[in-house]
């Protein structure tokens, strides 16, 4: 029995890894995919955001699928639809393609995380499913933020394709592993609130349409996103309206956003999509496109917010008991505040120990506040509900980590365009700035080739006052969450009743 509960675990982990490890993974070849794609900075996180949105829009419907079909078939079906999803995003030609196919991966995927969670709830007995869930929660949050790592590598000495065909041995393996080892359920009849579903899909589409598209449409310039703003709005205020009067099977009960720790824990981390996932992208851009790091090293020099999160996430493990874990909430968020503002002073001429001292702050932010604000969300909930919960606050994370990407790629391309349209304004035959620029290349300001370079150095010097004002960005946005954090109430005396998560 003890190898078969290991061999389903690794089953259902491996499936999990690879299904949060694509979140990331892809990030430091983005600039070689824009390449090859013809894709801007700006609309190349649509590879990114597809697949979390189309998580983010199917995971609702993991227990349903599981009730009728059963955990198993649910399962393989999940893990063969992602590996070839996967395969057909290595092979892609164009950028449409790619979101495509991302999105498919996002379909597909979506529900491994809960259905891996359940089945080690299962698959271990009572008394060690403490341990299956530290195994459980090491690989989903370590393993997204070592991916940029593995994909830098990857990128540099095969190709970007491989942050997908990597997908193949391990979903292969799985797959395997799967239909050997991990248990069924029955299948039963289970009702589903489609028309909840309908307008929450809408809804979220729609909202990231008009963050995907408006910098490059002019935002509401744009009689589409005009619409598709009208769009997110109705139908966001029907699913509200509907799930909370409607006599039928809801969706969510969204009652229990009534409990202020689970409403202040989930504003939290919607917020966080900001500045750590938007973050983590803008890095990766300006180590490679600023910087000019080859892909490998852009991914080792985001390695120590990896290993610091991994080393904080164990420390948080060990003494989560003895402190509130507010404390360490509050510990993190300063860790992260400092370590964006140590980004805001990023210029083209900074050392190693510049880049690696930010990465590490940021990554023990990560670790001090992902795990315990999950906790606070859960202290005051009573144990009825803790399922439901878990699925919306899965869907919430899933949707800000979207928001966050889309967003903080929109703040950086509007900056960077205004501050050139700003700068540019210098080059011209009558500017002194000009002049005293070309001067030392013994080149004037009627000399084509001096025009060029100063153009160049007018875009270069534009781009990092974009990443310095996305950067503050995020720090403000991690100042913000500090007041929040000091609304959330703990119990005096005991732990907070654990959470039994179903695949709902």
Known sequence: MNSQRVLTSIAVMSATIMQVLDTTIINVALPNMAGQLDATPDNISWVLTSYLIASAIFMPLTGFITDRLGQKR????????????????????????????????????????P????????????????????????????????????????????????????????????????????????????????LGFASLAVGIGAVQLVLDRGNQDDWFSSQMLIFATVVAVIAFAFFIIYTLT???????????????????????????????????????????????????????YMAPRGLASFFVMIFVGKFSGRFPPRNFVLIGIACSVAGNYLMTRFTGDISASDLIWPM???????????VPISTLAFTTLPKA???????????????????????LATYFSRTTEQTWNLMRGEITPY?????????????????????ALAAKAVIHQAQNIGY????????????????????????????PAPVQVSPE
């Open 468 to 495: 310095i004002d996305s950067f503050w960005f995020a720090t403000i946005n991690f100042v913000v969450m500090l007041p929040l954090i000091l609304l959330v109430r703990t119990p005096a005396k005991g732990a």
């Open 115 to 194: 259905l891996s969670q359940s089945i080690m709830l299962q698959t271990y007995p009572g008394e060690q499913r403490g341990k299956a869930m530290a195994i459980w929660a090491m690989g989903v949050m370590v393993a997204p933020i070592l991916g940029p790592t593995l994909g830098g590598w990857l990128t540099e000495v095969i190709s970007w394709r491989w942050t997908f065909y990597i997908n193949l041995p391990v979903g292969i393996a799985s797959f395997i592993l799967a239909v050997r080892y991990v248990p069924d359920t029955p299948t039963k009849e289970r009702r589903m609130d489609w």
């Open 74 to 113: 649910f399962l393989l079906i999940s893990i063969a639809g992602f590996v070839i999803s996967s395969a057909l995003c290595g092979m892609a030609t164009s950028l449409a393609q790619m979101v495509m196919f991302r999105f498919l991966q996002g379909v597909f995927g979506a529900s491994l995380v």
């Open 360 to 370: 590490i702050l940021q990554g023990m932010g990560m670790g001090l506040v992902f």
């Open 385 to 407: 509900v803790a399922a439901e919960a878990a699925g919306i606050y899965s869907l919430i994370r899933t949707f800000g980590s979207a928001l966050g990407i889309s967003i």
């Open 246 to 300: 409607g006599k039928h099977h809801p969706l969510f009960d969204l009652r229990i956003f009534r409990d202020r720790n689970f409403l202040v824990a989930s504003l939290i981390m919607t917020t966080i999509g900001v500045g750590f996932f938007g973050g983590m992208v803008l890095q990766s851009l300006f180590l490679q496109n600023f910087l000019g790091y080859p892909t490998f090293e852009a991914g080792l």
């Open 431 to 451: 500017s002194n700035t000009l002049h005293a620029y070309l001067a030392p290349l013994h080149l004037g300001s009627e000399d084509p080739q001096g025009i």
